[in-house]
């Protein structure tokens, strides 16, 4: 079954606000991933993190690797209408692992 | 260059129908993955492929589920017979040789309902 846990489940948030989005894991992942999935398409790789306290940007987007391996955050600045969407964190125990996956949080930007 | 193919895109069957889905790999990637997303989760694996060997096929429900990939490119899963709980979003995904396990292209996936 799933390991991973995200937080909030949906969010509504204004066009031009910033958003955040965590994810935890009740076990350790050494690689944590961050995707986006649009409707009637399959998840599209945003970011990769590869180390404990990695902070990494993509854009408008920007995703930390927890410090206790444990979880990972994603933020969005400046939210537009195509960032709507479902996100969901990912991890790996190590980089030959399968990638488990989370839950999802459902983003929805009003114009 | 092509992405993952997959087809059909949806499909809608009664209990105990059999039911196949198809996926066309990106052309030179030996790494193919069958995915199961239920209604609000995320994707879970079902079966990973090496060209035509089954890797990793733990997650498979093999009562009623079986996959091939006979030639090392294209697959086909099939559920025989189908369960109410089968319904689904079936992703297939493809990796190029020596790339990092987590660089994965999804397909559109197939959607499949069964009534």
């Known amino acids: 079954g799933q390991q991973l846990n995200q937080s909030p489940q949906s969010m509504f948030i204004q066009e031009g606000e910033d958003v955040s989005m965590n994810c935890t894991s009740s076990?350790?992942?050494?690689?944590w991933l961050w995707y986006k999935q649009d409707p009637g398409e399959g998840p599209v790789l945003l970011i990769a993190l590869y180390k404990a306290g990695e902070l990494t940007s993509n854009g408008r987007l920007t995703a930390q690797f927890g410090i206790t391996r444990k979880d990972s955050f994603l933020n969005i600045s400046a939210s537009i209408p195509s960032d709507v969407g479902i996100y969901f964190c990912a991890g790996q125990k190590t980089s030959y692992d399968k990638v488990i996956f989370g839950p999802g949080t459902s983003l929805s930007v009003i114009p | 260059e092509a992405g993952v193919v997959q087809s059909p895109r949806y499909k809608i069957i009664e209990k105990k129908q059999p039911v196949a889905f198809w996926c066309n790999p990106i052309?030179?990637?030996?790494?193919l993955y069958w995915y199961r997303q239920n209604l609000g989760q995320g994707p879970e694996l079902l079966i990973r492929y090496e060209n035509e060997e089954a890797v990793d096929d733990s997650q498979l429900p093999k009562d009623r589920f079986s996959a091939e990939r006979l030639k090392g490119v294209d697959s086909t899963l099939k559920i025989q017979p189908a369960e109410l709980g089968d319904s689904a979003v079936y992703l297939c995904?493809?990796?190029?040789?020596?790339?990092?396990?987590?660089?994965?292209?999804f397909g559109p996936g197939t959607r499949l309902t069964v009534l």
């Open positions: 076990s350790i992942f050494n690689t």
């Open positions: 995904a493809s990796r190029g040789t020596g790339r990092a396990y987590n660089e994965q292209f």
């Open positions: 052309s030179g990637h030996n790494t």
